[in-house]
């Protein structure tokens, strides 16, 4: 009988486990990063929002011990053909250029991604553009989308034009920065670059076409996101529907160089 107690108290014990807390509040802070770690913060929420799954800050290891890496991708991810998430019967439309870049005569197809993201006109490292380096062939090869015997040529397709497909799935480089490089489009004539207005536009759309992400009723969706997410989403919520586009621009704005999406005078608890 004692047993049986003894083990009554161990279950009971096992109940009373404390509540976990959300991870969103032990992600180390934004207002402690650079403007540019800021910028990678937004891009990995944008292709969050469009159904990736990714990889931040990707690191290309060199193979003999040195002091630094070969170089460092800040995003890749995948998003597969039939990605989608439906709220009350409607679906959300992800991005565009994004969704075209998926398809495969008239099929959705994986799509692979390789992103670069900065603060000024869109740029590629230079890492990700001289083939001599191989860089690029390790990246492919940890994505995992194409088979030993293609390698070479998806590597020789990216370094010449940004992008690689076959009927089965498609690997993009994509440059999101303030502008669009004219220049870089002629050196790569199938990369995909996407400016912060478009990024900004996006965002601020969704959440205006799908307020249900944003429920009120005492613990708000956006409380449970990472840094950016939680941080657009709390100055979402506190305009009560009446935000717009072009203040969304300018809190992302606000975010980059001050890591909340409030302006400085008017920054809100959570």
């Not at 690191?59 to 439906?86: M, Q, Y």
């Not at 088979?147 to 076959?166: F, I, K, P, T, V």
């Not at 941080?231 to 809190?251: C, D, E, M």
Request: with cysteine.
């Amino acid at each position: 009988m004692r047993w049986a107690d003894s083990t009554l108290n161990q279950s009971a014990e096992r109940e009373r486990v404390e509540p976990v807390p959300s991870l969103a509040n032990q992600m180390p802070t934004s207002r402690n990063e650079t403007a540019g770690a800021r910028a990678e913060r937004v891009a990995e929420w944008y292709f969050r929002l469009n159904g990736f799954l990714g990889i931040p800050s990707f690191i290309i290891h060199p193979d003999a011990v040195k002091a630094h890496p070969r170089t460092e991708a800040d995003f890749i991810g995948v998003r597969f053909g039939c990605s989608r998430e439906v709220i009350d019967g409607r679906v959300m439309e992800d991005h565009k250029p994004l969704v075209n870049c998926s398809i495969s005569i008239d099929e959705p197809i994986p799509l692979f991604l390789i992103a670069e993201v900065t603060l000024n006109a869109c740029k590629v490292n230079g890492p990700y553009t001289d083939p001599r380096k191989r860089n690029l062939d390790r990246v492919i090869e940890r994505l995992g989308a194409v088979d030993a015997g293609e390698r070479h040529d998806a590597a020789r397709q990216l370094y010449a034009h940004g992008r690689w497909a076959n009927e089965y799935a498609a690997i993009q480089m994509v440059a999101i920065g303030r502008s669009k490089n004219d220049e870089l489009g002629k050196q790569l004539d199938g990369l995909l670059q996407i400016t912060w207005d478009d990024v900004s536009e996006f965002v601020f759309e969704r959440f205006k076409t799908f307020p249900a992400k944003l429920p009120t009723h005492g613990n708000p969706v956006h409380r449970q996101w990472p840094d950016f997410g939680r941080n657009f989403g709390k100055w979402y919520a506190h305009g009560r529907g009446r935000r717009t586009s072009i203040q969304a621009r300018q809190a992302i704005q606000y975010y980059f160089d001050f890591g909340d999406c409030a302006a400085p005078s008017t920054s809100t608890v959570d």
